[in-house]
């Protein structure tokens, strides 16, 4: 598991950019006497170490040098400067349909794929009914592959890296257009390969780096500009994002929130096992750090039209702030703002992350019962203070370090101004769990096992 697999050394590509056909006619002439190109560096500077068993996710904007650094890894580019080094065999689905001959019949590609690959066709014949398996395509296989959707040609292409007993797997983001049945067939190959394999993955979706990757690689122009883990280059990167656009989607999912209406009739949330639980080890506690200045100096960013004073989760009953709770109690989320300017129409919403930036649940003012009614959100003067109340059940969290990330904002959910972005308002740390399995649990209303007899 310590064998190295990939290694970059101040590694760069620069591409000739020519302003016509016949500049790149006098440049071959001339040999180099004279220069008719402009240099476009896609990458430089780049150093990544891999062992077998890692993986790492590439994250960055469009024309970041995402694509370049993988086809240098892969051997389809030449280095400009610095070296690649790998070791094993590297099966890569770079672009949709690359590696295909489009006039070629899908049987025919999957022997053109895979002896691109390395492998002889005694071992094509023999895996060929598996791969045919995985792919599920049907009679489909038989017809050129110009007649394939999207959706099938990637079917095609992933069989074929799955059953070529690659040690290095490359994946840009090619995944995206399969439908949720094949995802998931290849999200537990990936999980299956990660054990002894070592995986790049590009993605532009922050829960697929965070659950697939060890590490992350942030690029932007050409440059690696953090190398840690997912979660902390993940949040680099959505403030890039923000810092480029002034736009940056809350994200928020659709845990909605009970009304007050509601409040008496909370039993139905309630685990029936709930005093055994809390009477045993098994009781999923809950420590809450308070909310700190520090974090917001630190972990903040927006265009400044408002800025969040406090938050705390206090228990719904008592109204109380909250150091130490348990999953499964009614919790509110109170968070206090103060408008710098005036805000048209004001949002307010939050996130809880797990340790590795998994988003678990989250919701905004938007998804109010008001504002799914049609009643607008009041307007904000400048110099005004406003608060804002999520109360919901808090999950059953696996043990482990959690975030509450908040958020105020100006406009609607699909477009929308970012007034203040936190990361990490609120630390959480779950103590110990009675959850068989998943992410986070629900209230159990019942479980019954019978014997029918």
Known sequence: ?????????????????????????????????????????????????????????????????????????????????????????????????????????????????????????????????????????????????????????????????????ADVLIIDEALSVGDAFFNQKCSRFINRFREQGTLLFVSHDPTAVTTMCDRAVLLESGLQTLLDTPKRVIDKYTKQLYASSQTLSTD??????????????????????????????????????????????????????????????????SQQPLLCGRGGERVILEINAKADEDIE?????????????????????LNSKESLLGTNPPSIKAGDEYSTEFEFTLPLLQKGQYSITLSLAEGNQDEHDQLQWMNDAIMIESINNSIAAGLAGVPMHRINLTINK
């Open 1 to 165: 598991m310590t064998e190295l697999s990939i290694q970059t050394k101040d590694l760069g590509k620069c591409f000739h950019i020519y302003d016509n056909p016949k500049d790149r006619l006098k440049q071959a002439l001339r040999r180099g006497k004279k220069r008719y190109y402009n240099e476009f560096w896609a990458l430089r500077e780049i150093n990544i170490c891999l062992k077998r068993g890692e993986s790492l996710g590439i994250v960055g904007r469009n024309g970041s040098g995402k694509s370049t650094l993988l086809q240098l890894i892969c051997g389809t580019l030449t280095p400009t400067l610095g070296y690649v080094k790998t070791n094993g065999r590297i099966a890569a689905l770079l672009e949709l349909g690359s590696g295909f001959n489009p006039e070629f019949t899908g049987i025919e590609n999957i022997y053109l794929n895979a002896t691109m690959l390395g492998l002889y066709k005694t071992e094509i014949d023999k895996q060929l009914d598996k791969i045919l398996a995985f792919a599920d395509i049907g009679e489909f296989v038989h017809q050129p592959v110009k007649s394939y959707s999207s959706g099938m040609a990637v079917r095609l292409a992933f069989a074929v890296i799955a059953h070529v007993d």
């Open 345 to 365: 129409k004001p949002i307010v919403g939050f996130i809880l992350k797990n340790a590795k930036g998994v988003t678990l649940l989250g919701d905004n003012t």
């Open 252 to 317: 928020v999912g659709k845990e909605k929130s009970e009304s007050q209406t509601n409040i008496n009739n909370q039993s139905k949330w309630i685990d029936y096992r709930t005093s055994i639980i809390n009477a045993s080890e098994h009781a999923n506690l809950i420590t809450i750090t308070r909310f700190s200045d520090t974090l917001l100096s630190r972990e903040s960013f927006g265009s400044g039209k408002a800025h969040i004073l406090s938050a705390s989760l206090v228990e719904a009953e």
